[in-house]
């Protein structure tokens, strides 16, 4: 059986090889200008426009020479002999035809048309040649250089200038900018590189400090064959050639691993040895390129990918740049790829999945690797030293991940960031401005809310996970408008936990909101639910952070709730998230409120009301435990999360002030002047020692925070007052 199912698999997979590469109508199956497409993408392969669309697909597919092509390279020479020149479309046509053939092999008749002496289309004819040439143009840069002045050089420069202004990324492109880069390579003549040099310089402002310009001269200069010390005045005034920098050979395994596009309709399948002949086509123009030899290039790659792990953090970017070098080593085939790719693993980190790939690019690299002995010793030791590597990032990430959540409990109040500095990242990427993710998540999850058919649950716990770590306030109005828009009815309750974990401290507004928007039923259903966790889509909405939101939201529920039944679920469920509602003044509010009310919900309120009693003013225990949120405890090892921002301490003292406000119904100015009633007494009785030095400073930093903020002059007076017979100065002193 086994047998019989593994024929069966082989001849599975034969039959959808086949299925890919079996003779059928290409050209009805593919999009409009699929040929444009192909060969923009394989612009160092031969260009197919012309050539058998049915064909051009095969495996090894590749075009000679017949009859035809040799009929059109007779045609095109017989015209540019004419004494007239020859006729122009007939020249035209010939041109098109073999430069689009999908053949090399063209090359030898379109090299003759170039080159002959009265070629009165010799422009065109360069054309097709750069169209119809390997990406190795030297030998067409020299015919080039050879059969024409320097003048007519600098022309076409300028000709093929403008076609590049004009068609960016395409395959012209690419091709010309090869050309135009192999012809100061090309220039052997002293007298007429100097002239060059010198059209260059009236025609291009680039062309004066460039590394082609370096290059010719100082080859020229080293040759000993320098007319007049010309291009030693050069070399004088521009300098040696530079070196390829790190950004450059970034830049170059970034384009050498690009994306075959996903819809094969629109360029036909991606061919097998996609990237092998991407980047052996970059190996070979290196010296256009760069200025350096494949081999000098390579060395560039190899010392580049060796430091790049210790000196870059291990980032989701950067593994996926350390596997783009890995790549661009693996099809360099030189003993300098090889030694790198060994030697990478003893630096300071390597992909979880890097012994596998070096393992893969070391067999394509080093044909001996599997024979040599050494592979299974390093890939043992490799997968050691990644096992370790992944295990220390995990604990590392899972250390980062509480600090930063103890960090968004401390500050509650404020927006929850984690997603700003990815935000900006991506907005720098692609040139958008600040603020662009957080318009494009609105809109998204928008169009999601409002086809609820084909929408999944997960796809808008996703966008609106996004907006409520965007770090802004601002969100709160797309989300408190999808939240009581009629057609998001299946979203309504996932909408108000984004509400909760993106509003402001005081959230009395989306209360009132709530209460006045929707029926008691629903009400009492979403308070009993925000407690409860087994629903919750992501974990944020369980972090100690959520729990407080929620405290405070439901808190703030009960002031506004009108509904008896609704202030009962309100009761039942604050315990879950807040340990202090049962003994607080705002529970005995909300009884006093209900408890006449008929029914089960008064019932439980009388229970309430005669089990705690009513409300009281505030305590002294009460004003030590809003003095106490003067200061935030930030844990001394801050390594992951920050230093504490310094204005966090006054913001946190305000938010507790009005949140002790609406626990005792008792206004803002009142509390602050009970605060310095209490810290004046302990003065005037000399009992500071027995307050305690931290509860001292506590009041002293809630008094200058109360200064700071009072409304009323006389406020801002007492406060003072108070504080300069407890013996501080004017200014903030320490709080702690």
């Known amino acids: 059986m086994k047998i019989i199912r593994s024929v069966l698999l082989v001849c599975l997979h034969v039959t959808a090889v086949l299925a890919t590469y079996m003779p059928q109508n290409w050209v009805a199956i593919l999009d409009k200008g699929w040929q444009e497409r192909r060969n923009n993408l394989l612009w160092w392969r031969p260009d197919v426009s012309l050539a058998d669309s049915n064909e051009v697909f095969y495996p090894g597919y590749k075009v000679a020479m017949n009859e035809k092509l040799w009929q059109a390279g007779d045609i095109l020479l017989a015209e540019l002999t004419k004494p007239d020149g020859g006729e122009s479309n007939t020249v035209t046509a010939a041109l098109e035809r073999l430069s689009r053939s999908g053949t090399f092999d063209v090359t030898n008749v379109l090299e003759k048309a170039l080159v002959l002496e009265k070629n009165a289309f010799r422009f065109q004819t360069l054309k097709a040649c750069i169209n119809a040439w390997p990406p190795d143009m030297s030998g067409l840069a020299e015919s080039a250089v050879t059969c024409v002045p320097p003048e007519t050089l600098v022309a076409w420069d300028r000709d093929l200038r403008a076609i590049l202004d004009k068609e960016p990324g395409t395959r012209d492109n690419e091709r010309i900018r090869l ?88 360029a036909g399948p991606c061919p097998d040895t996609w990237w092998s ?234 209360a009132e909101t709530i209460v006045s928007r929707f029926p008691p039923e629903t009400r009492a259903e979403w308070y009993s639910s925000l407690v409860q966790t087994n629903w919750d889509p992501y974990a944020e909405w369980r972090s100690p952070r959520m729990t407080v939101r929620k405290a405070v939201f439901l808190r703030a529920a009960s002031l506004a709730e009108t509904d008896a039944a609704c202030a009962a679920a309100i009761d039942q469920a604050l315990p879950a998230v807040d340990t202090e509602w049962g003994g607080s003044n705002l529970r005995k509010r909300l009884a006093l409120r209900f408890r006449d009310v008929a029914g089960a919900s008064g019932e439980h309120f009388r229970r309430v009301a005669a089990d705690r009693g009513p409300p009281q003013p505030p305590t002294p225990q009460d004003l030590d435990r809003l003095a106490g949120h003067s200061r935030i ?103 702690r």
């Not at 040759?223 to 005045?233: A, W």
């Not at 999945?353 to 394509?364: M, S």
């Not at 957080?438 to 169009?447: A, H, M, N, P, Y």
């Open 277 to 510: 002949e991407m980047h052996q086509t970059f190996y070979e123009t290196a010296l256009v390129r760069f200025g350096v030899t494949k081999h000098e290039l390579l060395r560039i790659i190899a010392d580049n990918f060796v430091a790049f792990p210790n000196e870059n953090k291990m980032t989701w970017e950067n593994e996926e740049l350390w596997r783009k070098y890995v790549l661009a080593l693996q099809y360099g085939a030189d003993p300098v790829a090889t030694n790198a790719l060994i030697k990478v693993v003893d630096a300071e980190w390597i992909p979880h999945d890097g012994p596998g790939r070096l393992d893969g690019a070391l067999r394509k690299c080093y044909p001996g690797w599997m024979d040599s002995g050494f592979s299974k010793q390093f890939n043992d030791y490799a997968w050691r030293v990644a096992s370790r590597q992944e295990e220390q990032r995990r604990t590392e990430e899972r250390r980062t991940k509480e600090q930063q959540i103890h960090r968004l409990s401390l500050l509650w109040w404020r927006p929850d960031d984690s997603s700003v500095s990815n935000n900006a990242e991506r907005e720098q990427k692609l040139g958008k401005p600040p603020g662009d993710t957080v318009k494009t998540f609105e809109k998204i999850l928008g169009e999601k809310l409002f086809q609820p058919m084909w929408t999944r649950s997960a796809e808008v716990f996703t966008m609106q996970k996004r907006l409520v770590q965007s770090g802004t306030y601002d969100v709160t109005n797309a989300l408190s408008r999808f939240l009581i828009h009629k057609k998001t009815d299946a979203f309504r309750f996932p909408l108000l936990v984004g509400c909760v974990g993106t509003w402001k401290a005081d959230m009395s507004g989306l």
């Open 633 to 735: 405890d930030w844990p001394e090892d801050a390594a992951y999360i920050g230093a504490k921002p310094p204005e966090s301490d006054a913001e946190g003292f305000r938010v507790a002030l009005m949140l002790a406000a609406a626990e005792f119904g008792v206004p803002e100015r009142d509390l602050t002047r009970m605060l310095a009633e209490r810290l004046l007494g302990i003065v005037l009785n000399g009992k500071r020692e027995e307050f305690g030095g931290t509860r001292w400073n506590r009041y002293i930093a809630a008094l200058e925070y109360a200064g700071q903020s009072a409304e009323q002059p006389d406020d801002a007076a007492y406060f003072h007052a108070v504080l300069q017979k407890a013996g501080q100065p004017e200014k903030k002193g320490d709080a």
């Open 179 to 266: 050309f135009l880069g192999y012809v100061p390579l090309a220039e052997t003549e002293p007298v007429h590189a100097a002239a060059y040099d010198r059209l260059k310089l009236e025609s291009d402002p680039g062309w004066r400090e460039s590394n082609a310009r370096k290059s010719l001269a100082e080859r020229f200069t080293a040759s000993g064959r320098d007319v007049d010390g010309y291009f030693g005045r050069v070399s004088g005034e521009t300098g040696t050639p530079l070196s390829p920098k790190p950004e450059d050979v970034i830049r170059l395994i970034e384009r050498a691993t690009a994306v075959w596009p996903k819809r094969v309709r629109s």
